[in-house]
Nanobody
Framework: VQLQASGGGLVQTGGSLRLSCEAPGISFDSYTIAWFRQAPGKEREGVSCIRRSDGYKYYAGSVKGRFAISRDNAKNTVYLHMNSLEPEDTAVYYC????????????????????WGQGTQVTVSS
């Protein structure tokens, strides 16, 4: 499974970006898709997840109310809509796919996912 993350860039504080995660050739709705991010010197952290089968969504507390995850099965694409961006959101963002249906305690663990994209850089200037 090859995941392709795109949509990153440079934006000012308060701005918006939309990240896309595509996986040509697979049935995306058979996978749970998550977004993670990693800032320099920090551990990779879970940002959001959309669970397979039921579409249940999880969000990290730091992005709740600002970010929204969505899935377009027809386009085999998962989006991360990021609003009210802050300098603390600066990181490389990765999408990941897994066959599990994670719960609250597991969705943000990297080991929950088998497949990873290459990452896209998001930089928020103050």
């Amino acid at each position: 499974v090859q995941l392709q993350a795109s949509g990153g860039g440079l934006v000012q504080t308060g701005g918006s970006l939309r990240l896309s995660c595509e996986a040509p050739g697979i049935s995306f709705d058979s996978y749970t898709i998550a977004w993670f991010r990693q800032a320099p010197g920090k551990e990779r952290e879970g940002v959001s997840c959309i669970r397979r089968s039921d579409g249940y969504k999880y969000y990290a507390g730091s992005v709740k109310g600002r970010f929204a995850i969505s899935r377009d099965n027809a386009k085999n694409t998962v989006y991360l809509h990021m609003n009210s961006l802050e300098p603390e959101d600066t990181a490389v963002y990765y999408c990941a796919a897994g066959v599990l249906r994670p719960i609250q305690s597991s969705w943000a663990r990297p080991e929950t996912y088998e497949h990873w994209g290459q990452g896209t850089q998001v930089t928020v200037s103050s």
